[in-house]
Nanobody, 126 residues
Framework: QLQLVESGGGLVQPGGSLRLSCVAA????????IGWFRQAPGKEREGVSC????????YYADSVKGRFTISRDDAKNTVFLQINSLKPEDTAIYYC???????????????????WGQGTQVTVSS
C-alpha cells in the first residue's frame, strides 16, 4: 500500500518552531517531487513549499519565505519542513504530497499531488 504519513504537528506559541516529517511507505520518494500544503478552516488548500526529486529546486509561498525550510533525506525516505517564527495565521492542517514529472512551482501553485498524506495539525496560539 502506497502511503505518506505526516508527523510533528502540535500546539505551539507564536514565535515558536516545529519540524514536520513526511515518511513514505510502500514506495521510494527518490523519483518524486514532494510538497507541503496546508488548509486552514474555511480556506482553500495552499501550497507552502515544494522540493524537486534531486533537491536542486525548491519553491516557497511568499507567506512563508524566510521562515520555512524544506529538505529531504532520501536514505530515510523522508521529507522535512522546518517551521520557524510561527504565527497564528500558520494554523492549519499540513499535508505532504508526492508528484512525478512536474516543476516544484507548478506542483505548489497548482496544488498537485499523486499521493497525499492524512495531514498533521499545527496550531499556533498563546
Amino acid at each position: 500500500q502506497l502511503q505518506l504519513v505526516e508527523s510533528g504537528g502540535g500546539l505551539v506559541q507564536p514565535g515558536g518552531s516545529l519540524r514536520l516529517s513526511c515518511v513514505a511507505a510502500g514506495f521510494t520518494l527518490t523519483a518524486y517531487s514532494i510538497g507541503w500544503f496546508r488548509q486552514a478552516p474555511g480556506k482553500e488548500r495552499e501550497g507552502v513549499s515544494c522540493i524537486s526529486s534531486n533537491s536542486k529546486s525548491t519553491y516557497y509561498a511568499d507567506s512563508v519565505k524566510g521562515r520555512f525550510t524544506i529538505s529531504r533525506d532520501d536514505a530515510k525516505n523522508t521529507v522535512f519542513l522546518q517551521i520557524n517564527s510561527l504565527k497564528p495565521e500558520d494554523t492549519a492542517i499540513y499535508y505532504c504530497a508526492a508528484l512525478g514529472g512536474s516543476t516544484v512551482q507548478a506542483m505548489c501553485v497548482g496544488n498537485l499531488g499523486s499521493y497525499w498524506g492524512q495531514g498533521t495539525q499545527v496550531t499556533v496560539s498563546s
